[in-house]
């Protein structure tokens, strides 16, 4: 129940008692309730007295100045600083202390301090929302994105990181030299190309771009398959997939074909056919794979449903396909031009907000086809609509097969198998080749130097 002032008006949430329990338990052991104030992201503006807020960034001033703090240095600095009556005076200093028993239950009292603090920001928050609703410039859904994307942060900024600079340091120097090949990034489940990019980065925007039936959805899905399942015994991560062109339930049905190396248009199931799709089944039902199947999303609509993917399933990863059904309603009078370059600065910012890998898939125009070059290779420019898709992709791959345009490729010569994954750019590393084997009868990749297993893995 809230409090009310002489006014009638309702109070602010806030705790009186726990703040003076935080700043009587800094007066009584000052150094470990301050770090515990530090790591726990405690503020002045955690604080909803005044005088309390004030006593609390003298105490910051003086641990940070390597000061001594207890009743009478605090009362002096005061003092000197002019600022003891707005404190309270002397008398409430001592009166601090007497209130609090033990500083050993500070952590307590930060924690009821810091739920009041967000429930206030909440409220903060959402006033200025209603006074935006009644905002003739601004439509309803920017409106309802800015609002989630307010509202996500406040959730996200509750805590932050305990490890310090030089414990972070050593940590990522030892995983360097123990020769830690992702580096902490998002595993791709191939090989070489794990080699190459170091696994999908956080806040990276990957960018995995094909012409049409070269494979890009197939190749998408098995990163996603490898990511949710931890191939090799590597960690298992949540894997958050829009599919703005397939429905779930085709999605689901290609990912058992492919797992259990079945192909989809058989007319007939062996018993060891039946036996691999139940095994693919039972693996894939226990992934942390999560689709939003919607047809023409917009792009604020997407993030607003990221979001929610992110708070509810806190998912590593996210993959969008594809980007050309993507529209943009802020810029679709602006030309598919702009509004390709508006999309693809939305899903950047997005990969930055939620702090994951985003794997957008993107048509290629048509050059690649059209003559003049060697095996029809694909190029950085042509990606479809916009150059702003190249320029804020960190990581882009081109993919190809040789054999879609090459029929005379002998059958079993490895040849027709061969699948090329052209990094034409990386922002934080080399560019170069990868090949991979594609088996199309199960829409399944695999590493170049194996061959298709009894299971639809590689051996």
């Not at 007066?27 to 955690?46: D, F, G, N, W, Y």
């Not at 992934?287 to 023409?296: E, F, H, N, T």
């Not at 979001?307 to 050309?324: F, G, T």
């Not at 040789?402 to 002998?410: C, G, Q, R, W």
Request: charged letters at 30%; one cysteine or more.
């Amino acid at each position: 129940m809230s409090s009310i002032d002489q006014s009638g008006r309702r109070l602010p949430p806030y705790s009186e008692e726990a703040e003076r329990g935080v700043l009587g338990s800094a007066l009584i052991e000052s150094t470990r309730v301050i770090e515990l104030c530090s790591i726990k992201s405690l503020s002045a503006e955690s604080f909803y007295v005044p005088a309390h807020r004030l006593l609390f960034e003298q105490l910051m001033e003086m641990y940070q100045a390597g000061r001594a703090i207890d009743l009478l240095t605090v009362g002096e600095d005061l003092k000197k600083n002019g600022r003891l009556d707005q404190a309270g005076g002397y008398g409430v200093l001592e009166g601090l202390i007497d209130s609090t028993p033990t500083s050993a239950h500070a952590e307590f009292y930060m924690d009821i301090v810091q739920q009041k603090h967000l429930l206030r920001r909440i409220i903060t928050q959402a006033a200025e929302t209603i006074d935006r609703c009644y905002s003739p410039d601004e439509e309803a859904e920017q409106l309802l994105s800015r609002t989630e994307e307010a509202f996500f942060e406040l959730s996200d900024k509750k805590t932050a990181s305990s490890e310090g600079w030089k414990d972070v340091v050593y940590k990522t120097a030892g995983q360097i030299m123990e020769g830690n090949i992702l580096d902490n990034g998002v595993p791709t489940g191939f090989a070489d190309l794990d080699k190459e990019l170091r696994g999908l980065h956080n806040t990276d925007m990957i960018v995995l771009a094909a012409r049409p039936s070269m494979g890009k959805t197939s190749l998408a899905m098995n990163i996603v398959e490898h990511a949710a399942l931890g191939r090799g015994g590597g960690k298992k991560h949540a894997v958050g997939v829009f599919s703005l062109e397939m429905s779930q339930e085709q999605l689901v049905r290609r990912m058992l074909y492919s797992k259990a190396g079945v192909p989809a248009w058989k007319d007939f199931f062996s018993d060891t056919d039946r036996n691999r799709l139940t095994s693919a089944a039972d693996q894939l039902g226990k992934a942390s794979i999560i689709v939003d199947d919607s047809a023409g999303l917009d792009v604020m609509d997407l993030r607003a449903r990221a979001r929610r993917m992110k708070r509810i399933y806190n998912v590593d990863l996210i993959v969008i396909d594809y980007l050309q059904l993507l529209n943009d309603k802020r810029r679709s009078r602006d030309g598919r031009q702009q509004e390709t370059a508006s999309i693809s600065n939305s899903i950047k910012a997005m990969a930055k907000e939620l702090k994951v890998p985003v794997l957008i898939l993107s048509q290629l125009s048509r050059a690649p086809e059209q003559g003049g070059r060697e095996g029809n290779k694909p190029r950085l420019s042509d990606l479809r609509d916009s150059g702003a898709i190249e320029q804020d992709a960190d990581v882009v791959l081109l993919l190809q097969r040789p054999s879609y345009y090459n029929k005379e490729l002998e059958a079993g010569s490895g040849e027709d198998t061969l699948a090329v994954v052209d990094i034409a750019k990386h922002r934080n590393g080399p560019t170069s080749e990868v090949k991979l084997n594609f088996f199309r009868e199960i829409t399944r990749f695999e590493d170049r130097d194996t061959r298709h297993g009894v299971d639809g893995a590689a051996e």
